[in-house]
């Protein structure tokens, strides 16, 4: 088993008193509060992960998760409260984003 370590920034206005849902090959897997972490155990190969809340999420990111080598990932609103309304119809694809690296110091 391999850790996956999802790290939401903190927010000052956007979403900061809701909880981003994280999917893990299209399943709920967690759910990430403002300025927290969450953590959990998948076994070794191809996985995607995607953050949500509400009809908007993130891009999908694919992982190629090998044993015993922590993944960290990171997430955050792109939309603030001035471009909330462009981002929950217009760019709801892309409502937060989400990156991530491999820390063998984990």
């Known amino acids: 088993m391999t850790k996956i370590i999802v790290r939401r920034r903190k927010a000052i206005w956007q979403d900061r008193g809701r909880k981003y849902t994280v999917l893990l090959d299209g399943r709920e897997i967690a759910r990430v509060a403002n300025g927290s972490e969450v953590e959990f155990d998948v076994d ?63």
């Not at 999420?57 to 922590?70: G, I, M, T, W």
């Open 44 to 106: 070794p190969g191809k996985h995607t992960v995607q953050m949500q809340i509400d009809w908007c999420h993130s891009e999908k990111f694919a992982l190629d998760v090998r044993l015993a080598e922590p993944v960290i990932l990171e997430c955050g609103p792109n939309a603030s409260p001035f471009s909330a309304i462009f981002y929950i119809t217009l760019r709801k694809n892309n409502y937060i984003w989400l990156r991530g690296w491999r820390d063998v110091n984990v």
